[in-house]
T-cell receptor
Framework: DQQVKQNSPSLSVQEGRISILNCDYTNSMFDYFLWYKKYPAEGPTFLISISSIKDKNEDGRFTVFLNKSAKHLSLHIVPSQPGDSAVYFC??????????FGAGTRLTVKP | GAGVSQSPRYKVAKRGQDVALRCDPISGHVSLFWYQQALGQGPEFLTYFQNEAQLDKSGLPSDRFFAERPEGSVSTLKIQRTQQEDSAVYLC?????????????FGEGSWLTVV
């Protein structure tokens, strides 16, 4: 059962434009959401997170939006840079011992 | 070390062979996780340790999979009688203390190919 879904396997944007990565979840018990970034041959690295009591969290060029009623979150990167090219994983936790990950979206930022 | 260290980085095993994957978490990190990531998929939870205690092993796919962390630091994931479907990247992660607000730090993974 795929409780966290990233329906776009890939996304390509021009340098300087906005990148929007989307994530949907089905488990209403999830109360914490995270985005991880992964370069080839490396492990995922934490990027940004949001708890269910908020609807927005911003960190520099990265902003995560949470819409609990729609069970949807998104990651906005603006302006996008070529170094942002990576696979981005959405993850969710319900305060148990695990996190559920989406399948990832490969972002390519073209110079 | 500065980060989570995993070894071997790459392992090719013949079907039926036993393998052992090692994880050195960040020093002082109490919580340790193992994830399995198949090609084109996100990481899937396998098991969780708090110090030496294995508190959750609900994600282990079969009794061929076994994990231990006897001294609350280094952990080993053992896969017995490997099958082709075991081919995946095995990611280890650690955090100071687990709660959803704490970041967990991943290692680079051990890439297992069963032939």
């Amino acid at each position: 059962d795929q409780q966290v879904k990233q329906n776009s396997p890939s996304l390509s944007v021009q340098e300087g434009r906005i990148s929007i990565l989307n994530c949907d979840y089905t488990n209403s018990m999830f109360d914490y959401f995270l985005w991880y970034k992964k370069y080839p041959a490396e492990g995922p690295t934490f990027l940004i997170s949001i708890s269910s009591i908020k609807d927005k969290n911003e960190d520099g060029r990265f902003t995560v939006f949470l819409n609990k009623s729609a069970k949807h979150l998104s990651l906005h990167i603006v302006p996008s840079q070529p170094g942002d090219s990576a696979v981005y994983f959405c993850a969710a936790s319900d305060n148990n011992n695990d996190m559920r990950f989406g399948a990832g979206t490969r972002l390519t930022v073209k110079p | 070390g500065a980060g989570v260290s995993q070894s071997p980085r790459y392992k090719v095993a013949k079907r039926g062979q036993d393998v052992a994957l090692r994880c050195d978490p960040i020093s002082g990190h109490v919580s340790l996780f193992w994830y399995q990531q198949a090609l084109g998929q996100g990481p899937e939870f396998l098991t969780y340790f708090q110090n030496e205690a294995q508190l959750d092993k609900s994600g282990l796919p079969s009794d061929r999979f076994f994990a231990e962390r006897p001294e609350g630091s280094v952990s080993t994931l053992k896969i017995q009688r490997t099958q082709q479907e075991d081919s995946a990247v095995y990611l280890c992660a650690s955090s100071l203390v687990w709660d959803p607000g704490n970041t967990i730090y991943f290692g680079e993974g051990s890439w297992l190919t069963v032939v």
